[in-house]
């Protein structure tokens, strides 16, 4: 049996195990949009705690992040500056927001947010904000396990076919089966992630150069400078703390209002898995550690790949390492792809349905009706994400970068619906428009801000700012369910 | 601008300092975390 036939079968048995665990969850779900979307709000502790995890962590971490290792050095600690407190804010959000889906039927963030101030417009707003952020996302995805595929056969899959062909099983086990679906492949991406992570992040160090302290000895010696924060920026001049300041503290304050990670409140099956899966987070967190020793491994390799955030495929292909140890890497890069794809298609076919068509547009569907019309839309989700990836190539990380940060300005909106007795819904959505321009602009022309920070400190304080001022000038309008609505998110619930 | 924490040098476990006292605020969140759970988990109660 050649290298190449083993890479390949081990790849190919992980990816018909994903398919398996997809499509076979334990339990059913109602034949609804809440067992759909939010899993009957029955899930417990072990899936919910590696669906968050996978969630965020995947995607980014498993290519972004020995990426930022080896061409930024330093930077790339502000990766995990950022995970050790971006999660903590939920143990506060989590359990109320989880409260008022319990009590009003919310499955998604934008819904909660139009409910309590009876302006449907503002989950239209936030779902198309959403849509034009999760379709480069799960683009770049795909793009990432046709990357994969291609290297690990040597190129007789093209990238294209090999994409088409990882998340057509995606599609398989999100159509069958949702939340859970998401939910139990995730868990069986986590822990292969999780042990891969750590086994290689050990092991290549030691095969390439005597171990972990030599290596970090060698590139102190040959690229003094290097590993000291603030590092460099993404064309290898020098980063400045103000924008590695500004980079983690945006960071922290949009982490928990992704729309992704955040609807996962409404699956939580109580308030103290929600809780504890938040105090867990930072054991998940810890496996961004390997991970940078893996980029850092890069740095003092004798060839470079086209892009950083290849770097660790192409040490791992070209390292000579044994094709098991090659193999059970692709798979976990395909693990790592899938796991936030999956979540990433999911959310945005449910909110497209249920923030889009249901709430803003006022199309109301029954629930059979509705949980076809999503397994519709994602369909149509991972085909349009399919074709930007498959046209635009290199750009789409540029293209991410305008569509994927104006997500933070959700903040603020969500912690006035949440706490703020006096917030409006003029004021709520006058921030939310005014906080992403902002941060499209300054994103789009960073010359023009007055300090070199990061383009979210901006949107956020103009958000802020016309929250707090469009809210004490406008009263509440008659619709607005402000008092029933903070009375249900103050009572607690097991 | 020299910060306390970055630097390379003394490397702790063979890691930079730098990436080891990130590591450090990590435990030290999750325990904070961990105490503090149990104890308001105990109160709920």
């Not at chain 1, 899993?39 to 968050?52: E, K, N, S, W």
């Not at chain 1, 460099?232 to 945006?250: E, F, K, N, R």
């Not at chain 1, 960071?251 to 105090?279: C, D, N, Q, W, Y």
């Not at chain 1, 076919?349 to 068509?357: E, K, L, P």
């Amino acid at each position: 049996v050649s290298d190449g036939t083993i890479v390949l079968l081990i790849a190919g048995a992980y990816l018909g195990a994903s398919l398996l665990v997809g499509v076979l969850p334990g339990r059913k779900t109602s034949d609804s949009a809440e067992g759909f979307v939010a899993g009957d709000r029955a899930l417990g502790g072990v899936v919910m705690y590696f669906i968050t995890g996978a969630t965020i962590f995947s995607a980014f971490a498993f290519l972004g992040a020995p990426g930022w290792a080896y061409s930024r050095g330093g930077a790339s600690i502000y990766i995990l500056a950022y995970g050790i407190l971006g999660f903590v804010p939920f143990y506060v959000l989590g359990p109320r927001a989880a409260r008022l889906g319990k009590r009003f039927g919310f499955v998604t963030q934008a819904e909660m947010v139009a409910h309590r101030f009876g302006a449907s417009w503002i989950a239209g707003v936030m779902a198309l904000v959403s849509i034009i952020a999760f379709v480069p996302y799960l683009a770049l995805q795909i793009t990432g396990a046709g990357y994969v595929v291609e290297a690990m056969t040597s190129g007789a899959v093209p990238s294209k076919v090999g994409g088409l062909l990882v998340y057509g099983v995606v599609l398989l086990y999100v159509m069958k089966s949702g939340v859970l679906g998401v939910g139990w492949t995730n868990t069986l991406q986590g822990v292969f992630m999780l042990s891969l992570a750590w086994g290689l992040g050990l092991y290549l160090p030691e095969k390439l150069y005597g171990g972990i302290g030599p290596m970090f000895e060698r590139i102190a010696e040959e690229r003094p400078g290097f590993l000291e924060p603030p590092g460099l920026d993404a064309s290898g001049a020098p980063w400045t703390w103000p924008m590695y300041t500004s980079s983690v503290l945006i960071s922290i304050a949009g982490f928990s209002v992704f729309p992704h990670l955040f609807m996962k409140a409404f699956s939580a099956k109580s308030e103290r898995t929600l809780r504890r899966t938040v105090v867990l987070y930072p054991t998940f967190q810890l496996f961004v550690v390997p991970l940078l020793i893996l980029g850092f491994a890069g740095v003092l390799f004798a060839s470079a790949p086209e892009r950083p955030d290849q770097i660790l495929p192409h040490v791992i292909l070209n390292a000579g390492v044994s094709p098991i140890i090659a193999g059970l890497f692709c798979a976990g890069a395909l693990a790592a792809s899938m796991s936030s794809g999956d979540a990433i298609a999911h959310a945005a076919a449910s909110i497209a349905v249920r923030d889009g068509w249901i709430t803003a547009l006022k199309r109301p569907l029954d629930a059979h009706g509705e949980r076809r019309a999503i397994r519709g839309v994602l369909v149509a989700v991972v085909i349009a994400a399919y074709v930007v990836s498959a046209i635009y190539e290199g750009s789409v990380v540029k293209l991410l970068l305008f569509a994927y940060g104006p997500i933070v300005q959700f903040a603020p909106a969500i912690y006035a619906t949440l706490f703020w007795r006096r917030a409006t819904g003029a004021g709520v959505g006058a921030g939310l428009a005014l906080g992403v321009a902002v941060n499209v602009l300054f994103a789009w022309q960073p010359s023009l801000a007055p300090f070199a920070v990061h383009e979210g400190v901006y949107g956020l304080a103009a958000n802020v700012a016309a929250l707090v001022l469009v809210s004490l000038a406008t009263r509440a309008r008659a619709e607005d369910r402000s008092t029933e609505f903070l009375a249900a998110a103050d009572e607690p619930s097991p | 601008m020299k910060l306390f924490a970055a630097r390379v040098e003394p490397r702790i476990l063979g890691l930079p300092f730098a990436l080891a006292w990130m590591i450090g605020w990590t435990v030290a969140t999750f325990a904070v975390l961990a105490v503090y759970h149990t104890l308001a988990e105990r109160e709920r109660a």
